[in-house]
């Protein structure tokens, strides 16, 4: 498994361009795999995840279901969280409400 709890990607795309940008490998199949979503605390947030999630299980084998909320939504995720789903989690989904 990549090491990704110390990346932090830039969505707006003002970054260095001499970053490396390579995709993380993606999983065979999501049959028996670890899901952790990412809530940024926002109303309808998890509501959303929380859908994602039931449908992954039973369309995708997806086996467990882990709900991650965010401290605050205007700041980044802290690095111990990102840390906890990397060890935690097989892939993760974020997502944002209103």
């Given at each position: ?5 110390g ?31 990412l ?12 859908e ?46 209103d």
């Amino acid at each position: 498994m990549t090491d990704w709890a110390g990346t932090i990607l830039d969505p707006t795309g003002d970054t260095d361009q001499g970053a490396d940008t390579t995709l993380a490998a993606r999983l065979g199949s999501l049959r028996g795999a670890t899901l952790g979503l990412l809530d940024n605390g926002k109303p309808n947030g998890s509501v959303l995840l929380t859908e994602i999630g039931d449908h992954l299980r039973e369309r995708y084998g997806v086996r467990e279901v882990t709900m991650y909320t965010k401290s605050y939504f205007g700041t980044p995720v802290d690095q111990t969280l990102t840390e906890r789903i990397v060890q935690e989690c097989d892939f993760a989904i974020a997502a944002i409400g209103d």
